[in-house]
């Protein structure tokens, strides 16, 4: 999708603005889909909160997981059932990993109140396809055509940038490469005039996502390495933060880590690098890297970049887990001391090797062996946050306090947006968006309490 810088609306373009109900379920991946199709359809997006003010419904799902599917198929439900009521009904439009696990014929035999599907074969067609459902000209259509900024959600302070759609690898239990498809890298052009968009509308902060960041370039000519990448971003005027999530743990080279430390601000030393498990042969059967010495990429990390803040991600129940194996997984937690952990109970996902497995393991031994990780997890996140009490670190201001008055949210630098912690900062002068230098006073599990 080609990408169009903002525009200053004038008076008859904030008039004509397209009233729109949206909602983006899944990733940070599906919800910059949202936030670019919704600024690229030539005319100003105004959104609303009530589905019958709109003349758009639109609908971001995703799939690549039963309970996803289910979430997604409620919210398509839901908005059939309420747009029956409305005298004058909006186009709704429905997209993302259910269309592409799915298929739009199947879904609109089971949905056909739905006016349109937007599949993820073609993300680039969906404007095009979007402007002509709506009966607009199509964005690329128009001429001299306003060019238009992403429609953000994410508030002042971040903005998530999307470097490449699908996926270069093949795990055994993973169901994206057949919903989004192989790997196609944004160019550099397109994602250093994306960010100059987001900065220049008071972003501070960019997360770099992916199904795998760390692959950037690999499909592209002369394959260019993320390391050209982040040094295009790094000198943007604004750009107070860099982070880089969903890095696959044999893209977390030495010479990225190096980069890393070598670099200093805006890139942080954060590094989200789904790991999955820990045993060797639950690896092997994963079809994941390192299944030889699982230990390696932490023990890089640790050696090269020792003040990282490192985020993982591991399955437990994986078919076939036996106790001895889930005992090595506790370990490895206990050892590598992760700021950050998501733990997932597997899900046998139809058309996936895993699921054909056998020694499936029962639900309630999974639930049970997440619960695990995550108790030990929380004594290990209190400890390392305790550490920081009497420090005095600047927090980036996300928002206000939806109860608290005087209160906001925000984030210091080893927190990312949305998945990990936050900190509760206080005190003169802090508005969202800002970064305000802090002293940290408390420490929960999981969150900070700062005073500006
Ligand atoms: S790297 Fe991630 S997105 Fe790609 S196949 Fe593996 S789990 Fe799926």
Redesign the pocket.
């Given at each position: 999708m080609s990408y169009h810088a903002p525009m200053k609306t004038t008076a008859s373009h904030r008039a004509a603005a397209l009233p729109v109900w949206s909602l983006s379920l899944g990733c940070p991946k599906n919800r910059v889909d949202s936030e670019r199709l919704l600024g690229s359809l030539g005319l100003p997006v105004k959104s609303v909160a009530h589905m019958g003010r709109a003349r758009l419904v639109f609908i971001n799902t995703c799939g690549?997981i039963a309970p996803a599917v289910q979430e997604s198929v409620r919210a398509v439900l839901d908005a059939v059932q309420h747009l029956s009521r409305c005298r004058r009904k909006p186009l709704l439009a429905v997209a993302g990993c259910l269309v592409g696990r799915y298929g739009a014929e199947e879904l609109a035999r089971e949905l056909p109140e739905v006016d349109l599907w937007l599949p993820t074969a073609d993300l680039s067609s969906w404007p095009t396809m979007l402007a002509q459902a709506l009966g607009l000209p199509s964005a690329t259509d128009l001429p001299n055509a306003p060019v238009w900024g992403r429609l953000l959600s994410t508030g002042p302070s971040y903005a998530w940038l999307k470097v490449g759609e699908g996926?270069?690898?093949?795990?055994a239990?993973?169901?994206?490469?057949s919903i989004?498809g192989r790997l196609r890298s944004e160019p550099v052009a397109a994602l250093t005039a994306e960010a100059r968009t987001l900065l220049a509308q008071g972003v501070r902060e960019l997360a770099l996502v992916a199904?795998?960041v760390s692959s950037w370039g690999h499909d592209l000519v002369d394959k260019p390495s993320l390391l050209s990448l982040l040094d295009s971003l790094m000198g943007l005027e604004g750009l107070t933060w860099l982070r880089l999530l969903?890095l696959?743990p044999s893209g977390v080279t030495p010479d990225l880590l190096r980069f890393i430390r070598d670099a200093g601000a805006p890139l942080l030393p954060y590094l989200d690098i789904?790991l999955?498990h820990a045993h060797p042969e639950v690896l092997g059967r994963m079809?994941?890297p390192f299944a030889d010495d699982p230990r390696k990429v932490v023990d890089r990390v640790r050696d090269i970049l020792p003040q990282a803040a490192l985020r993982t991600s591991l399955i437990v129940g994986y078919p076939g887990e036996s106790e001895a194996q889930f005992e090595t997984l506790c370990r490895f937690v206990e050892e590598s001391r992760f700021h950050h952990l998501g733990v997932f109970a597997y899900q046998a996902e139809e058309g996936t090797r895993a699921a054909a497995l056998p020694d499936q393991i029962p639900d309630d031994v999974k639930e049970e062996r997440r619960n695990t990780l995550m108790e030990l997890q929380a004594d290990i996140s209190e400890s390392l946050l305790a550490c920081e009490v009497g420090q005095h670190l600047p927090v980036l201001v996300d928002s206000v306090h939806g109860e608290w008055p005087g209160l906001h949210v925000g984030r210091v630098w080893f927190q990312a947006p949305e998945v990990d912690g936050i900190t509760y900062v206080s005190g003169p002068g802090i508005a969202p968006g800002a970064l305000v230098e802090c002293d940290i006073v408390e420490n929960t599990d999981y969150d900070l309490t700062a005073l500006a």
């Open positions: 690549f996926c270069r690898h093949n795990c239990f993973c169901t994206i490469p989004r199904q795998d969903y696959y789904p999955q079809g994941r």
